[in-house]
């Protein structure tokens, strides 16, 4: 059985269908995308800036990069996801109205 998430993820992780395709912008250690990948088998892709944290989830056998949402996320494809989660990182965007035009787009 899988840990039990906080309930600000679960409750972003009710919302995700399963078996969709799924990026989770700022995925620190992979807590949710770990959760989703275990119970609802989706195909999890993260992105942090903390190169520490994306060394964790790695090591957790998730897919995550190292990269920075502001620059990185126009060489993402368009509609190449179902669901695009910024659970608590839209606060620490330098330009969040770009970023959330950006994860539309993705």
Known sequence: MTEQLRPDLQAVADMVSPESLVLD??????????WLVANKQVQGRGIDLNQQKVNQAIASGLSVVHGNADQDLIYYPEHAYDFVISSQS???????KAVLEQLARV
């Open 25 to 34: 912008i700022g995925c620190g250690k992979g807590e949710l995308l770990n």
């Open 90 to 96: 839209i606060q620490a965007m330098k330009d969040p």
